[in-house]
């Protein structure tokens, strides 16, 4: 399945200290998903890049009902969008 910015909602936001996590909503099927969006330069900064690349390559090869799934992964020149389920609690 491919997404696109248009089609997702920006429903709410929470900060942290390399970028934010939002919750999304896919307007058609209002679906609601977790997008994280990480600053290439905090990560930098924060001699973050191993953790980062360790992260996306655990989440891409797991398929676990007990651990979050990531959909989708978009970059440009100063983020990384990562794309994942939301879990309400």
């Known amino acids: 399945m491919s997404y696109s ?4 909602y920006i429903f709410i936001s ?3 200290i390399l970028g934010r996590v939002l919750l999304v909503v896919l307007e058609p099927e209002k679906f609601e998903y ?3 969006v990480l600053d290439k330069s905090k990560i930098v900064e924060y001699n973050q890049i191993k953790h980062v690349q360790s992260e996306i390559r655990i989440l891409n090869a797991i398929k676990h009902p ?9 970059k440009d020149n100063s983020y990384i969008y990562v794309l994942m389920e939301y879990v309400n609690t």
Request: aromatic letters at 22%; one cysteine or more.
């Open 5 to 8: 910015f248009i089609d997702l």
């Open 14 to 16: 929470f900060c942290y």
């Open 34 to 36: 977790a997008l994280k």
């Open 66 to 74: 007990n651990i979050i799934r990531m959909h989708s992964l978009f």
